[in-house]
Nanobody
Framework: VQLQASGGGLVRPGGSLRLSCAAS????????FGWFRQAPGKELEFVAR???????EYVDSVEGRFTISRDNAKNTVYLQMNSLKPEDTAIYYC??????????WGQGTLVTVSS
């Protein structure tokens, strides 16, 4: 499995972006996915996850603003980010967790929220 993240960019505060994480290979529908981020000078932080059964979990700071979703037909996971704040600025990474435990990280995509 390989992951390709995309959709980052520069956006003004209050704006929106949608990140995508496209996965190659098999077993997409049986895997769990997560989004993490790393801001400059800070540690990697959990943002959101979605299970193979579509249960979702978010870090408190993005609850109500971000939505994680998956399209098993397209082998893609999304992170819709609304009402973006400067503190959301970070490199965002997607994470694949196979049902047997294998973990794969995608390359990051940079999100910059600035006026």
């Amino acid at each position: 499995v390989q992951l390709q993240a995309s959709g980052g960019g520069l956006v003004r505060p209050g704006g929106s972006l949608r990140l995508s994480c496209a996965a190659s290979g098999r077993y997409f529908s049986s895997a769990g996915f997560g989004w993490f981020r790393q801001a400059p000078g800070k540690e990697l932080e959990f943002v959101a996850r979605i299970s193979r059964g579509n249960s979702r979990e978010y870090v408190d700071s993005v609850e109500g603003r971000f939505t994680i979703s998956r399209d098993n037909a397209k082998n893609t996971v999304y992170l819709q980010m609304n009402s973006l704040k400067p503190e959301d600025t970070a490199i965002y990474y997607c994470k694949y967790t196979a049902h047997w435990g294998q973990i794969i990280w995608g390359q990051g995509t940079l999100v910059t929220v600035s006026s």
